[in-house]
């Protein structure tokens, strides 16, 4: 099992070639090493027998699939301690490493450049090839039978720690190269990957007693049923991989209707700003800061100047669209704090939290210059837009209708006063 790091980006791919290239060598070289120290690798068993542990290997490596959280997933343990178990590391390591090497070939029908794929092909037979080799080392070292017969306090132990090495060194391994090929490494030590490697392990030492102390005809029948039992439950992994993508993608999209369905109950379907459901809200969180906090509280309502005329001269699609532009430049002018609704038709509300009357003012009259110096024309030939606003602070003794009306007054002032202009509610 191992997880898949993310892709490497371009200026990073020749340190992974490269990466896979050295460790390919140095496993190679270890190997020879230690089989012209050792001598015959198979000591004198047929050499059928590393060839069917080199079938096995690739279909063990073949019964995997894609888990979304450890990456992809297979059983190669099950033939690669077996293998140890039976032939010995030397002769593992020559095995487990072809298959690694061997392997990754079949991506070329899905359409990789072979350039990936002989780094990958590398890569993986280097890995396996210094795994099987050191792990099972350490195995033999402490004591650890080959070929594994039966089960003993001591071989127990032993196995013990081949399991954990393999694991413990396998993960190691595959931080580092996740670091070389994207600089970002991913934490690879997982309790489920621990929980399937453990299964592959008892089951590869259940492999290799069978494999040692039976006749062939029952080893057969036990490979046969284990092959089954494999492909059975990789089937059944992928189709709960499956349903849990389907689930996710399903999750996903309701978590979107639902996100768009209150951003509908909040927001205003033409322009994007808030809606007066919204406003209202902020408002009385507004009025109850000023009244338990004393926290300054200030609003204004705009309203477009002779926007009949607008929709009457220039037509409704064209109101549609001045509408979209001043909620932008409303938007674009105020701070991140404020809060812009549309209040309805082209009436705007603006709050200001913290902010007093003369702060909102100012900010108001810059919203009218910016609109008034707004170049229309390129909405409509001639298309002039202006705007008037009322501005009022909460004050102590006022409630939210209180509020909105003293705003509300201010915007009349302004209207007949001559339009385009901002009105301030000067009541103490």
């Not at 089989?35 to 047929?46: E, F, I, M």
Request: net charge neutral.
């Amino acid at each position: 099992m191992s997880a898949a790091p993310a892709p490497a980006p371009p200026s990073l791919r020749k340190a992974e070639s490269a990466y896979a290239a050295v460790l390919f060598v140095v496993a190679l070289a270890a190997l020879l090493g230690a089989t012209l120290t050792s001598g015959d690798p198979l000591a004198g068993r047929s050499p059928m027998l590393a060839v069917f542990f080199l079938i096995f290997g690739l279909f063990t490596i073949s019964t995997g699939y894609r888990h979304a959280g450890v990456g992809y997933v297979s059983f190669d343990r099950v033939a690669q301690i077996s293998c140890i178990l039976v032939l010995g590391p030397i002769a593992a390591a020559w095995v487990n490493g072809l298959a690694s090497l061997i392997y990754p070939w079949q991506r070329l029908r899905r359409g990789q450049p072979w350039q990936r794929v002989l780094g990958a092909a590398c890569h993986n037979a280097g890995l396996m090839t210094l795994l099987t080799l050191l792990c099972g080392g350490l195995y033999v070292w402490v004591g650890g039978a080959v070929p594994l017969y039966s089960l003993g306090v001591e071989q127990v132990l032993a196995l013990i720690l081949l399991v954990l090495a393999m694991q413990v060194l396998n993960d190691l391994m595959m931080l580092l190269d996740s670091w070389i090929s994207s600089r970002q490494g991913y934490w690879p030590f997982n309790p489920f990957v621990f929980a399937v490697e453990g299964a592959a392990a008892l089951c590869a030492i259940f492999v290799a007693i069978i494999f040692n102390r039976m006749e062939p005809a029952v080893v057969v029948l036990l490979l046969i049923v284990l092959a089954v039992g494999l492909l059975a439950l990789t089937e059944f992994a992928r189709m709960r991989s499956r349903l849990e993508e389907i689930v996710n993608e399903r999750t996903k999209l309701l978590r979107e209707q639902t996100h768009e369905l209150e951003r509908q109950a909040t927001h205003d379907q033409l322009t994007g700003l808030f809606n007066r459901r919204f406003a209202d809200r902020f408002l009385e969180e507004g009025i109850r800061d000023f009244v338990e906090q004393r926290r300054a509280f200030a609003i204004a309502i705009i309203d477009l100047d002779h926007f009949k005329r607008i929709n009457d001269a220039h037509s409704h699609q064209v109101g549609d669209i001045v509408l979209k532009r001043v909620s932008h430049l409303l938007i674009e002018n105020c701070r991140s704090a404020d809060m812009v609704a549309r209040f309805g038709g082209e009436e705007f509300l603006l709050c200001f939290p913290n902010t007093g009357l003369d702060s909102a003012a100012r900010a108001c009259e810059h919203l009218r210059e910016t609109v008034e110096n707004t170049d229309w024309s390129d909405i409509s030939p001639g298309l002039i837009v202006t705007l008037c606003a009322g501005v009022a602070q909460m004050r102590p003794g006022y409630d939210r209708s209180r509020l909105l009306r003293q705003a509300d007054q201010r915007l009349y002032e302004a209207k007949r006063a001559g339009r385009n202009r901002v009105e301030v509610d000067l009541a103490s």
